[in-house]
């Protein structure tokens, strides 16, 4: 008997979706456009051009979205957006509380922190929401087309799993997800699997779309499929991350040396199991829904939802809008270590006169400025020349603020120079101590941040 990946393969259109329902032409658009934007977000953060240099990940994101949707559409009748407007808006939905949800095991692990964020107000808060909406189903749609490529064709083995499996699979669950919270410079990894273990019985057991199910009749197609997925998305996040304003920056404990892009090489490997996990999760999600669900194929297997389903299922979206909305509040002040600042504010102690004149030449950022040294220099007077390159080159280090560049002077650090050749079990304890007594910033000093800095002013490339 196939398990449910292997009917899913029996399908060949979508459910409910004739051909004549998305017209080829809007499709075709929304390909054209898709990619377009993704070009000309790449193209306007390398000459910082706002608003793609301030918000590269949302605007790639989105772009590569509506790009792919529409192929599908367009190649196979399968899209999301213009075919079933009201998945996918489930799918950027749940996107947003899943990696909220993530952004609490962080104020554990403390494995990354993000830098150059808009100021705080609404748009800060509702870009967090419209960034975080776009990883189901950028990895979804990824892996869709994967399906539809028949990439790979077929991944079967002799090797099955017993149902009796199912039990070891919850205490596997249990002992990864608890061993983070307990050590978690030691097992942060088991955070990108825990779920993996914990629902995929669950969702055997009740009858949703299910890996263990395919494995038990050794049927590994779909889950080679989202690894890969991840593994693709994974290197395109960071692709979008690294020259963009508003980034995050690792801070893994043992692997602050060596990286590609942001992440260290073996972070990468964390990529896969996550869109696996991610797939688990909103297959478990999805139990509430009954017939509903993102996969077209995998809508007949699943029953019409009780009343006391819906109820549940709305009760489950207001608690999880609300640990949301915690969560935020508990990434400004843990996660966020620096937002995005004007010339004039991030020069204001040096010279506003100079920061103004700056800024009337059409310079909005540091590293624009930087870029532009050589004209720069020439409507910058003498005597601030090389104070104000010293701070915008701090400021711009992983885009850590003017805040943090004053800290480090304050320490003194003025250059990235003399910041190289820093030891972070020194310079730590002496920035708490400078903070303190000057109250610069209102956040917390986190130690693997200061490491971050310091092998940030030793890098030369992409690659580290």
């Given at each position: 008997m196939p398990g449910p990946c292997l009917q899913e393969e029996a399908g060949t259109t979508v459910s409910g979706v004739n051909d004549g329902m998305i017209p080829r032409v809007i499709s075709k658009l929304m390909m054209i456009s898709g990619l377009a934007m993704v070009v000309l977000t790449f193209w306007g953060t390398a000459h910082y051009v706002f608003p793609f240099y301030a918000h590269t990940y949302?605007?790639?994101?989105?772009?590569?979205?509506?790009?792919?949707?529409?192929?599908?559409?367009?190649?196979?009748?399968?899209?999301?957006?213009?075919?079933?407007?009201?998945?996918?808006?489930?799918?950027?939905?749940?996107s947003a509380i899943f990696w909220f949800f993530f952004e609490i095991w962080n104020l554990r692990l403390q494995n990354w922190y993000?830098?150059?964020?808009?100021?705080?107000?609404?748009w800060s808060h509702v870009e967090a929401y419209l960034d975080f909406a776009t990883v189901l189903p950028g990895m979804f749609l990824v892996y869709r087309l994967l399906y539809r490529l028949k990439l790979p064709s077929h991944v079967r083995t002799r090797f099955v799993?017993?149902?009796?499996?199912r039990k070891g699979c919850i205490l596997i669950g249990l002992v990864m997800l608890i061993l983070p919270l307990v050590y978690p410079v030691y097992f942060f990894p088991f955070v990108w699997g825990a779920f993996i273990f914990l629902l995929e019985p669950v969702c055997a057991r009740w009858g949703a779309h299910s890996l263990l199910k395919d494995a038990e009749s050794g049927e590994w197609t779909t889950l080679v499929r989202l690894l890969i997925?991840?593994?693709?998305?994974?290197?395109?996040?960071?692709?979008?991350?690294?020259?963009?304003?508003?980034?995050?920056?690792?801070?893994?404990?043992?692997?602050?040396?060596?990286?590609?892009?942001?992440?260290?090489?073996?972070?990468?490997?964390?990529?896969?199991?996550?869109?696996?996990?991610?797939?688990?999760?909103?297959?478990?999600?999805?139990?509430?829904?009954?017939?509903?669900?993102?996969?077209?194929?995998?809508?007949?297997?699943?029953k019409s939802p009780t009343s006391a389903n819906r109820v549940i299922y709305l009760v489950l979206i207001a608690f999880a809008l609300f640990l949301s909305e915690w969560s935020y509040f508990q990434m400004e002040y843990h996660t966020i270590d620096s937002r995005s600042e004007s010339l004039c504010h991030i020069l204001e102690d040096i010279s506003p006169t100079d920061a103004s004149i700056l800024a009337e030449k059409?310079?909005?950022?540091?590293?624009?400025?930087?870029?532009?040294?050589?004209?720069?220099?020439?409507?910058?007077?003498?005597?601030?020349?090389?104070?104000?390159?010293?701070?915008?080159?701090?400021?711009?280090?992983?885009?850590?603020?003017?805040?943090?560049?004053?800290?480090?002077?304050k320490a003194g650090v003025h250059s990235l120079g003399e910041l190289d050749k820093q030891h972070p079990d020194e310079l730590f304890p002496e920035l708490v101590r400078i903070n303190q007594a000057l109250r610069l910033r209102k956040t917390p000093l986190v130690k693997r941040r200061i490491v971050a800095w310091i092998e940030g002013a030793k890098r030369k490339s992409v690659i580290y």
């Open positions: 949302p605007f790639c994101w989105y772009g590569l979205i509506v790009f792919l949707d529409g192929l599908l559409s367009w190649r196979w009748n399968e899209g999301l957006i213009l075919g079933r407007p009201r998945e996918f808006v489930a799918l950027l939905f749940w993000f830098a150059g964020v808009p100021p705080e107000g609404l799993l017993k149902k009796g499996a997925a991840g593994i693709f998305c994974g290197g395109y996040w960071e692709l979008c991350n690294f020259w963009s304003l508003e980034k995050w920056v690792y801070t893994v404990p043992f692997f602050s040396e060596g990286k590609l892009f942001e992440m260290p090489y073996l972070g990468f490997l964390g990529f896969p199991p996550f869109c696996v996990e991610c797939f688990i999760l909103i297959n478990a999600v999805y139990l509430l829904r009954g017939g509903r669900h993102w996969i077209p194929q995998a809508i007949k297997k699943q059409g310079w909005r950022y540091p590293k624009e400025v930087l870029k532009n040294w050589a004209a720069a220099t020439e409507l910058i007077r003498v005597p601030f020349r090389d104070a104000i390159r010293r701070r915008l080159e701090l400021t711009s280090l992983l885009h850590m603020g003017s805040l943090n560049a004053r800290l480090l002077e």
